[in-house]
């Protein structure tokens, strides 16, 4: 029997922030810069959903673990400046969240500090504060499920009663291998056949998604 669903956990960068899009050109110019040719496409398809140590890791078998340290810091520099100067919440995500009346959280590949800058810089902090969780609190990032299942223990939470709100393809496939419904948001950079699959309602204007969620 399939559980109603009682929490819905929010990815942050491309779910609830427009982050992603900065995220891209920002590895696109480190990739040139540090000599790592990468077209945006391919930076998508690498890094997008993944945590800050799987990209480092990435980096490091092909640049070296000198090159990786670097990459790193240069990337939190400049991807603070451009959200500094232009970040806002995703398109219709504010009047999604009005509309939703079930418990909601974050679960994101970005760290506690990132998280609190991007949410605090859109004004969404405060909807989540207290109920904001990071990869970096887990030993394996998304794909693996264990960011997912930490965030339904901390909010006391059944798996299976759990809705997740992705839009990046290991962020699905992170809450499939969690026993959880995934909604992957195909309004972003990752195409909407990369985030179909079993359990999975894909869709493109996240002012639906709480007509979505009313319907499993």
Known sequence: MIKPVELVIFDCDGVLVDSERIAVRVQVALGAELGWPLT????????IGRSTASIGEQVAARLGDEAAVVWRERFEQLHREA??????PVDGLPEALDAITLPTCVASSGSHDKMRHTLGRTGLYERFAGRIHSATEVDRGKPAPDLFLYAARRMGVDPGACAVVEDSRPGVEAARAA???AFGYAGGLTPAERLEGPDTVV?????????LLLEQ
């Open 203 to 211: 869709f493109h204007d996240m002012r639906k998604l709480p007509y």
């Open 179 to 181: 026993g959880m419904r």
């Open 83 to 88: 959200v500094d100067a232009a970040l806002s």
């Open 40 to 47: 945006e496409d391919e930076v998508i398809d690498r890094f």
